[in-house]
């Protein structure tokens, strides 16, 4: 079962090249000081109760298998946001219409977007030291969007949305 669940794991994580993420930290944190973790008690990611479910569950076992540990007292807080947006076309064709001849020209052109447009999410982790510095990490995903995806098909991206959120926590130090 273990194995089956990694090889899971692996095949979205590879399949879903569409998930892009920026990072932002405090650079005079020390990240070896942290080793426990745990939300905000009013955690409102603007997503369904079970999508929330889906995404806390994927980035507690993420975080265990990096060491960290959900604790009563942590050392930071996890805050999420999430944003639907409509995701612009790239897909478009031209067509023109032109003459030209004894000084005379014209032209018109008019580009036609091809497919459905996309839904799009937006996820932004904020890890927060309340006894420190505050905010010290944040990541900003962007991803592709299903509402009507199967329940397995979205738990299985939210374990690749977090994996790629999480391949830059702790940050590497210079």
């Given at each position: ?10 095949v979205?994580v590879t399949?879903c090249?569409s ?7 405090e650079k005079?944190t020390d990240?070896?000081a ?9 955690l ?5 109760e079970?999508d929330?479910?889906r ?5 507690d076992?993420a975080?265990?298998?990096r060491g ?10 996890i805050?999420?946001k999430?944003?639907?947006?409509q995701?612009?076309r790239n897909n478009?064709?031209?067509v023109?219409?032109?003459g030209?001849?004894r000084n ?23 890890f927060?030291?309340?006894n ?10 962007e991803?592709?969007y299903?509402?009507k995806?199967?329940?397995?098909k979205?738990e299985?991206?939210f374990?690749a ?11 590497e130090?210079?």
């Amino acid at each position: 079962m273990k194995y089956l669940c990694l090889l899971l794991t692996l095949v979205v994580v590879t399949s879903c090249a569409s998930i892009r993420v920026n990072y932002d930290y405090e650079k005079t944190t020390d990240f070896t000081a942290y080793k426990t973790y745990n939300y905000y008690a009013n955690l409102n990611t603007g997503m369904s109760e079970l999508d929330d479910k889906r995404l806390l569950e994927a980035i507690d076992q993420a975080m265990q298998r990096r060491g960290y540990t959900l604790a009563e007292n942590p050392d930071f807080f996890i805050d999420i946001k999430s944003l639907e947006f409509q995701q612009q076309r790239n897909n478009n064709v031209g067509v023109g219409v032109g003459g030209t001849g004894r000084n005379v020209g014209g032209g018109i052109s008019i580009g036609l977007p091809i497919g459905q447009s996309q839904l799009g999410r937006e996820i932004v982790f904020e890890f927060v030291d309340e006894n420190k510095n505050g905010l010290f990490w944040q990541a900003v995903s962007e991803s592709n969007y299903k509402p009507k995806a199967s329940p397995e098909k979205k738990e299985a991206q939210f374990v690749a949305i977090v994996e790629k959120v999480l391949e830059g926590f702790p940050p590497e130090s210079n």
